[in-house]
């Protein structure tokens, strides 16, 4: 990264394929789901059977233009669906239904923050709608398998002006998006899964340059991590060329993850010519005043939004905000047991440390995390109100994660209620004294490191349910007075 | 037993005093004895006897339909269940469709009886059907010319008593022109007026669907079925329909104009002076007429061709060879499956316009034939709108010629292109069209009259035509 720090920068720009979640594809009635058996979500229409015409699905419009409204972009309420012609086997009609001239979205943007609390707009160029191929599947033979299931998903294409200087940036970008279309719940974001698609384009060019190098464009990079990978990989390739005296060849390249490494896929003059024109099967897309409206207001509080209010309602640290607003259900859940409790910050805390990595552990979601959000908000405030130490509290929340019990019942029946009572107290702390002159001789004579033992051994006596500041005061006064008798 | 339509025919069907199925068996015996004409792909006999059965029940039961019993033709671009649908195409030639086209539906639903599927041009490419991979339609009133095209199967069915009525299709005039070399009736319609699910796409959005019949009466009778808003088609349209059985001879005296740009060089004389002679008696009787200006009309067939081989090279894109139809056995990887299966599955005129379509498509050449071809279509458009804010109607020849002799142009694509010239200008417009048999030339072919009106003006074209009807 430090080589090309100071001579030269790179330009990337990213186009993002998302899966929408409807019920039914783009332009039929056929089911989106995933993981069918091969070839059985179709209909005359996907599989583009002769006289078949498309019909628009209006649920994914509305997906669309939410994210169009997330990422600040106009929306043109007029739009037109234009064909992209090309032949392969699983792409039955022989052409894409897509957007060409006239998208949906254009001239948007989206916020990231770097590293160094740098903030950035991404500016973006166009959000538009369009179908999904089928798939190929080539097996070990010679023969190429096809399944339709996905063809015709709907899909948007969501493209950046060339606006990201770094890996690092493409990755809080795609980050961003993710966050973003799960908020709006109009795609899963899952990258490893293919719902959410990433290819890049990138140059470079010597800093200060204002004119844009040659560019290629990446494929196949299908998680976050491997657009980083492949975006450094490819930066320093090309700036190695530079450096070397080549020139740069404008082509296509495919990422391949195992060896880390892209391989030409096309150069610019293999590259297809799509032959765009308008859909003459589908009438221009038109999306009035109350259809905008509506949609409008379909949109749920967005990360940023919900981050800042955070900060504002639960007085909460930048960061812990930034963190339990990165997931929806993650900030859900948060605002749930931050209801019910007495402590913001806590419940903050628990959610962070405790909770995660438990969802990290058991490569789980919040969803199929077992304890209820009102079950944590006791257990927080058994802690603010003195019942139970945090110690204690920590051992309640395991049982709490494998029985699924009311931690205020745990705590009874467990016999886990903190001694607070000074008497009581006292009196054990006197006993353990008097149990181990050893150690108290040591104290006098100077050791005060010892005082650690007693709290260990009142500890061990009480189970741990000794309120812990009140044992520390007691012991050290009770210790103070032996030392001021001699 | 006598009637003058296919409503009056059902009657007596519905009464008992025609059998249905001897009214069947009988067409069956016609179009066998007239195989050598070769309107026909397929005729589905048994199916047909079956059906006929079954509607006679319904008919006992009291819950027949308006067509119930008619016999009914189909283009085979048409899409009907279970059914070969092979465009007259070797690579569709193991087709079977899976689904029916709405206006089949429609025509079904109503009880009629559909008796086989009929040869046309090759994706409904051509003005003479011969380029079908069935072979030469023969046109029954000559049987060395041609009968026209693309719907050429259609009309000789029509013609040569093969069935009651029958559907095709209108691109730049493949009902039009062949119903005017057949001598019979036949309409396209507005564009959006009948649904296109389940039509061939040849060019989407010139394709129209419409009926060839005898008389007046039946083309009403059947347009009235077919027509209609459909959730399938999004470019079809929720206009009412009227009921044009009910404008029939109403003997409402329209505002007529002749666009002089029709009757210019390359019109055939009988043509020419049967329709003047017509406009004459027609201003006799009152008709108000005054000659009209189109002055786009000169651009009308580039444009055409530019912006249906655009459309035609984009929807024949699917017919690869890779998941259903025709698949060449020669190959060794993907391209060459791709390549020789279209090659040896598309005839010589599909394979010209898919080229053409292609390459006014191509990126640096797109501005200058297809958007601006898109440009004029639009001022073709304007053109008719602004003739019928002063006329109801316009006349104009259906064709520039009667019937051409089989060969006679198939070695000349342009020449062959012009035969269009009259015709395509609707399809551009989006507008309906009538063509209606007006006389027969000193060889004995049939002429005909084209009456053109605005969007959705069906009812006047039945209206008037209804004038010249003589059955």
Redo the contacts between chains.
């Keep these: 990264m430090s080589k090309f720090n100071q001579k030269y920068e790179p330009v990337i720009g990213l186009e993002v394929h998302a899966q929408l979640l409807t019920e039914t594809k783009l332009f039929c009635g056929c089911s989106t789901k995933f993981g069918n058996k091969p070839n059985t979500n179709v209909c005359p229409v996907c599989l583009g059977h002769p006289g078949v015409l498309p019909v628009l699905n209006k649920r994914a419009v509305e997906f669309a233009v939410m994210m169009g409204i997330a990422t600040n972009c106009n929306i043109n309420r007029h739009s037109i669906f234009a064909r992209k012609n090309y032949f392969y086997p699983d792409l039955p009609k022989g052409y894409q239904i897509s957007q060409y001239e006239e998208p949906l979205c254009e001239n948007g943007f989206l916020k990231i923050t770097t590293k160094d609390g740098v903030q950035k707009n991404i500016r973006i160029k166009r959000i538009h709608l369009e179908e999904d191929a089928g798939k190929s599947i080539h097996d070990k033979s010679d023969t190429t398998l096809i399944d339709v299931n996905r063809c015709g998903v709907p899909l948007i294409e969501i493209v950046t002006e060339p606006d990201i200087s770094s890996p690092e940036e493409a990755y809080l970008y795609l980050t961003k998006i993710k966050q973003i279309v799960q908020y709006l719940e109009i795609c899963d974001g899952n990258m490893e899964e293919g719902s959410l698609r990433c290819d890049a384009n990138i140059s470079v060019r010597l800093k200060g340059d204002n004119n844009l190098g040659v560019k290629t464009e990446i494929k196949n990079m299908n998680s976050f991590r491997n657009v980083e990978k492949a975006l450094e990989y490819e930066i320093s390739r090309q700036i190695d060329a530079l450096e070397d005296g080549e020139e740069i060849i404008q082509q296509t390249l495919l990422w391949n993850a195992d060896l880390e490494h892209a391989y030409p896929m096309r150069t610019k003059e293999e590259e297809h010519d799509y032959r765009y024109f308008p859909d003459p099967d589908l009438i221009p897309l038109f999306i009035n005043d109350e259809w905008y409206n509506k949609i409008n207001h379909s949109i749920p509080e967005l990360p940023d939004a919900r981050s800042n209010r955070f900060i504002e309602s639960y007085s909460l640290p930048k960061y812990d905000a930034e963190i339990l607003t990165q997931e929806k259900d993650i900030a859900e859940y948060y605002e749930m047991v931050a209801k019910n409790s007495r402590d913001y910050k806590s419940a903050s805390n628990w959610i962070m440390v405790d909770v995660m990595s438990v969802l990290n552990s058991k490569n789980i979601s919040i969803k199929e995390f077992t304890i209820q959000p009102e079950n944590l908000s006791k257990l927080i405030n058994l802690i603010s109100d003195g019942v139970i130490s945090s110690k204690i509290a920590k051992e309640v929340f395991q049982i709490m994660l494998e029985s699924n019990q009311d931690p205020e019942i745990i705590v009874k029946e467990k016999n886990l209620i903190q001694i607070s009572d000074e008497k009581t107290i006292l009196e054990i702390v006197k006993k353990v004294i008097e149990k181990n002159p050893d150690q108290l001789n040591e104290y006098l004579s100077g050791k005060e490191k010892v005082v650690g033992f007693f709290v260990g051994q009142i500890m061990k006596l009480t189970q741990g349910k000794a309120n812990p500041q009140m044992v520390n005061k007691i012991l050290i006064e009770e210790l103070n007075n032996k030392k001021n008798k001699i | 037993m006598q009637y003058s339509n296919l409503s009056e025919k059902i009657g007596l069907i519905k009464s008992g005093r025609i059998s249905l199925i001897e009214n069947v068996e009988t067409f069956l015996q016609t179009i066998q004895s007239r195989k050598n004409l070769n309107a026909y792909n397929f005729v589905f006999e048994e199916e047909a006897i079956q059906r006929a059965k079954e509607i006679e029940s319904k008919i006992k039961s009291g819950q027949s339909g308006k067509l119930a019993g008619a016999v009914v033709a189909i283009k085979d671009?048409?899409?009907y269940k279970d059914h070969p649908?092979t465009?007259s195409s070797k690579i569709?030639s193991n087709?079977i469709?899976?689904?029916s086209?709405t206006s089949v539906q429609k025509i079904i639903d109503e009880d009629a009886i559909i008796i086989g599927k009929t040869n046309c041009d090759e994706f409904a490419m051509g003005s003479s059907n011969e380029n079908s991979f069935f072979g030469n339609v023969l046109n029954p009133v000559d049987d060395s010319r041609v009968p026209g095209g693309s719907s050429g199967g259609s009309a000789v069915a029509v013609a040569a008593n093969l069935c009651d009525v029958s559907l095709g299709t209108d691109t730049g005039g493949s009902i039009r022109q062949p119903a005017a070399f057949c001598g019979i009736f036949g309409l396209k319609p507005t564009y959006g007026r009948v649904s296109?699910?389940?039509?061939?796409?040849f060019?989407?959005?010139f394709d129209t669907i419409g009926p060839f019949a005898k008389n007046v009466h039946d083309l009403a009778l059947v347009l009235n079925v077919i027509s209609g808003k459909d959730?399938?088609?999004?470019?079809s349209v929720n206009q009412n329909v009227p009921d044009l059985i009910s404008v029939l001879n109403n003997q409402k005296k329209y505002k007529i104009g002749i666009p002089k740009e029709y009757f210019a060089e390359g019109l055939d004389v009988e043509i020419k002076n049967s329709i003047l002679n017509i406009v004459e008696k027609l201003k006799a009787e009152g008709f108000q007429i005054e000659e009209v200006s189109l002055p786009m009309t000169e651009y009308t067939i580039a444009t055409y061709y530019i912006l249906i081989t655009?459309?035609a090279?984009?929807n024949?894109?699917?017919y690869?060879g890779?998941?259903?139809g025709y698949r060449s056995d020669n190959y060794s990887n993907?391209e060459e499956m791709?390549i020789n299966s279209r090659t040896e599955g598309f005839g010589t005129e599909v394979k010209r316009r898919i080229m053409l379509g292609?390459y006014v498509?191509?990126?640096g050449y797109?501005d200058a034939y297809?958007r601006k071809a898109q440009k004029v279509r639009r001022l073709i458009k304007e053109d008719f709108d602004k003739v019928f804010q002063q006329v109801d109607l316009l006349i104009t020849p259906t064709t520039p010629t009667t019937a051409f002799k089989i060969g006679e142009k198939s070695d000349n694509p342009l020449e062959m292109y012009l035969s269009d010239i009259y015709t395509t200008s609707a399809n551009l417009a989006g507008i309906p069209g009538i063509n209606i048999p007006i006389a027969k030339n000193s060889n004995g072919l049939p002429i005909g009259m084209q009456v053109l009106a605005k969007q959705f003006d069906e009812e006047k074209l039945i209206s008037f035509a209804s004038r010249f009807d003589k059955t």
Excluded at chain 2, 196 to 201: D, E, W
Excluded at chain 2, 231 to 235: A, G, L, P, R, V
């Design positions: 671009v048409l899409a649908l465009c569709l087709f469709s899976i689904y086209a296109r699910y389940g039509l061939t796409a060019a989407s959005s959730e399938k088609d999004s470019t655009a459309e090279s984009s024949l894109a699917r690869d890779a998941r259903y993907l791709y292609t498509l191509s990126s797109y297809y």
